[in-house]
């Protein structure tokens, strides 16, 4: 969608309406803006994660979001599950180095294999609260994947 790309996200943004950033003068509500929800809920932070080098080790999450979660008591893990999808959740270890910096480790790897991540494949993480997490998924072709939609004509190519 027109407008909804390229680091809007990086985490400044706490308690800012994301929508103030729309060309629309209107005051949205929760109950009317898609943009700040999810389906299981409202959405409190979200980051892009672009993935270098094997996706399967460790992946260091930005500084802001850690020190968003700070704020509130610092998660030993989070649940992540892919967007628009509210069956499958990976339970992901969540460590902290003497820095404070966050990083996603202990399960990190059964999602990325699940999900086939790659090198250059773009993430974006929408924190839900409750140490919720939602992932969309965007591959090296900056088209989003998604898993459990019904894949009978894409098979076929």
Not at 87 to 114: N, P, S
């Amino acid at each position: 969608m027109a407008g909804r790309g390229g680091g809007q996200a990086r985490g400044r943004g706490r308690g800012r309406d994301r929508a103030t950033r729309s060309s629309s003068p209107a005051t949205p509500s929760l109950s009317s803006s898609s943009d700040m929800q999810d389906e299981e809920g409202v959405v409190l932070f979200e980051f892009i994660v672009v993935l270098k080098g094997d996706p399967r080790g460790i992946q260091r999450l930005p500084n802001s979001f850690a020190d968003y979660i700070a704020g509130e008591e610092r998660p030993h893990s989070l649940h992540l599950r892919e967007d628009g999808c509210g069956c499958c959740r990976w339970t992901v270890d969540v460590t902290y180095d003497a820095r404070g910096k966050m990083y996603l480790h202990i399960g990190w790897e059964k999602f990325t294999r699940y999900h086939r991540l790659e090198a250059g494949f773009v993430l974006l993480f929408s924190y839900l609260g409750d140490r919720d997490m939602s992932v969309k998924v965007f591959d090296e072709t900056r088209c989003r994947r998604n898993y459990h939609s019904d894949s009978t004509e894409e098979d076929d190519d």
